[in-house]
């Protein structure tokens, strides 16, 4: 993503992302907890389980832990926001048992290579089939949920003070590069932006 960067500040271990008013467009992804988005200015498409909805100006809403979805721009006036995260567990429901499977498998995965065919064989079905229910359960790709999780990962890593390039390699990007590319698509900002509001937080509580 390139334009505006949001920004990252974590307090008590919450994470909270504010975005000035832009014509933000974020990658499909998920978050490892619930995302409360308010709309301070403007409006903004959501893309959420295969609907479309326009959110505007003083709207709350919630996405639940795990949910793909995409905020998109309606015009180049954009819109201002304010995301919260709360972690809470995740459920799994018995008609995403398939899904729950191959994401497990997905997680013990070094590297980005989702390989969709071993990957079916492993769950015991088709690839075609894996990949429309897959898509029809979390509303988005194989290969981009696995580099989303692997974006979790990488914060994770950084989290717990690993270098950026090591959290890079260890969660299977290329390079620090390609980590750096892939958060900014999806988060809007960059990994170090991540570390240093988590080095302010730990600061702060101490």
Same mark, same amino acid.
């Given at each position: 993503?390139?334009?505006?960067?949001?920004?990252?500040? +974590?307090?008590? &271990?919450?994470?909270?992302?504010? &975005?000035?008013?832009?014509? =933000?467009?974020?990658?499909?992804?998920?978050?490892?907890?619930?995302?409360?988005?308010?709309?301070?200015?403007?409006? #903004?498409?959501?893309?959420?389980?295969?609907?479309?909805?326009?959110?505007?100006?003083?709207?709350? +809403? +919630?996405?639940?832990?795990?949910?793909? /979805?995409?905020?998109?721009?309606?015009?180049?006036?954009? =819109?201002?926001?304010?995301?919260?995260?709360?972690?809470?567990?995740?459920?799994?429901?018995?008609?995403?048992?398939?899904?729950? @499977?191959?994401?497990?498998?997905?997680?013990?995965? /070094? &590297?980005? @290579?989702?390989?969709?065919?071993?990957?079916? @064989?492993?769950?015991?079905?088709?690839?075609? /089939?894996?990949?429309?229910?897959?898509?029809?359960?979390?509303?988005?790709?194989?290969?981009?949920?696995? +580099?989303?999780?692997?974006?979790?990962?990488?914060?994770?890593?950084?989290?717990?003070?690993?270098?950026?390039?090591?959290?890079? #390699?260890?969660?299977?990007?290329?390079?620090?590069?390609?980590?750096?590319?892939?958060?900014?698509?999806?988060?809007?900002?960059?990994?170090?932006?991540?570390?240093?509001? =988590?080095?302010?937080?730990?600061?702060?509580?101490?």
């Amino acid at each position: 993503m390139s334009g505006p960067r949001t920004a990252l500040a +974590v307090d008590r &271990g919450v994470e909270t992302i504010e &975005g000035r008013r832009a014509a =933000w467009r974020f990658r499909p992804h998920y978050h490892a907890g619930d995302e409360i988005v308010h709309l301070r200015a403007g409006r #903004a498409q959501l893309r959420l389980r295969g609907t479309m909805r326009i959110v505007e100006a003083g709207e709350t +809403v +919630v996405i639940p832990a795990g949910t793909i /979805h995409r905020f998109e721009p309606i015009d180049d006036a954009g =819109w201002a926001f304010t995301s919260n995260f709360v972690i809470r567990p995740e459920a799994s429901k018995p008609e995403e048992r398939l899904v729950a @499977r191959a994401i497990e498998l997905l997680a013990r995965r /070094h &590297g980005l @290579r989702s390989e969709p065919e071993a990957l079916a @064989r492993a769950c015991g079905v088709s690839a075609g /089939h894996l990949s429309r229910t897959f898509r029809k359960v979390t509303g988005t790709t194989l290969h981009n949920f696995h +580099v989303v999780q692997a974006l979790q990962r990488s914060k994770l890593l950084i989290r717990a003070g690993e270098s950026i390039a090591a959290a890079a #390699a260890d969660a299977g990007f290329y390079d620090q590069a390609h980590l750096n590319r892939e958060f900014v698509r999806t988060y809007g900002f960059t990994p170090n932006a991540f570390r240093s509001a =988590w080095q302010v937080s730990s600061i702060q509580d101490r």
